[in-house]
């Protein structure tokens, strides 16, 4: 198996390659390195500067680990400037502005950005955020969110991403600049 640590887009895997388990933190993949049997890690170009205790933990735990991917980018907004995810850093970046997310915020982001225009209740998104069962109160979502818009808003972007869908949930939506 190999696992690969934030997500890409398919035309930026490598024909050849097999097909690979994507996971979107480090503490997710150090959790599969150990419970499965994992041949190859592959990380984006900016571990090797970024992230070294994590490379120290998979060279002690034996993985062979391979970094040059890139991070993942959305289509461009208009005026041509992407907005970048950093899996590694879990950061999110336009233009020359730069966000650090908490791993919360992060799997809240990249799940809404990942299924773009697709309505998630609250439920839903609890589940995608606490993956260990404990009991969530349904508004906790909601404060997730607002601390969410609160750091994208620091990105100077023309509108909010994150919408608000009445009565049914959140999605995200493409950015028009």
Known sequence: ???LL?????????????VPVTVTDADSLLRCCLERHVSQV??????????????????????PYRCGLPAVTSKPVSGG????LDGIRMEVQWREHRVRLTEVEWRLLLTLYQTSGVIFS???LSGVLYRDHRVVEPRTVDSHIKRL?????QLQLADEPVETVYGQGYRYRALAG
Do not use: F, N
């Open 122 to 124: 609250r439920e839903t």
């Open 149 to 153: 818009r609160k750091k994208l808003r």
């Open 42 to 63: 592959v990380l984006p170009e900016e571990a090797q500067a970024y992230c070294p205790e994590l490379l120290a933990q998979l060279r002690s735990l034996g993985v």
């Open 81 to 84: 400037t992407p907005l970048v």
């Open 6 to 18: 934030g997500s890409q887009e398919p035309e930026h895997w490598p024909a050849d390659w097999p």
């Open 1 to 3: 198996m190999i696992l």
